[in-house]
């Protein structure tokens, strides 16, 4: 079992930064892959980015490659998304994943995060 907990979500202006974290309880943190899916408003949730179990392979949606960054600290249990460049479309509550593998460039999940909206003014 992984519980999940997301932060750092909140409103910024666009052309502006934020990060992401999400907190994993469990021992077994480091042998899940790990991504970040997003939904706006009257739209489905969507794949953002995922990252392997060893932080050696990262995995982008083309609408975010170049902006974000997904990275994780296995010592900490802690999965994070830096958001930079961030445009109105951006708008979305983001939700932290887990699962046991990335597959064809998206993340099977197991688990889900609670969520944290990211609002961003034009």
């Known amino acids: 079992q992984v519980q999940l907990v997301e932060s750092g979500g909140g409103l910024v202006q666009a052309g502006g930064s934020l990060r992401l974290s999400c907190a994993a309880s469990g021992r077994t943190f480091s042998s899940y892959a790990m991504g970040w899916f997003r939904q706006a408003p009257g739209k489905e949730r969507e794949f953002v980015a995922a990252i392997s179990w060893s932080g050696s392979r990262t995995y982008y949606a083309d609408s975010v490659k170049g902006r974000f960054t997904i990275s994780r600290d296995n010592a900490k249990n802690t999965v994070y998304l830096q958001m930079n460049s961030l445009k109105p479309e951006d708008t979305a509550v983001y939700y932290c994943?887990?699962?046991?593998?990335?597959?064809?460039?998206?993340?099977?999940?197991?688990?889900w995060g609670q969520g944290t909206q990211v609002t961003v003014s034009s």
């Open positions: 994943a887990a699962g046991i593998m990335v597959v064809a460039g998206s993340l099977p999940v197991d688990y």
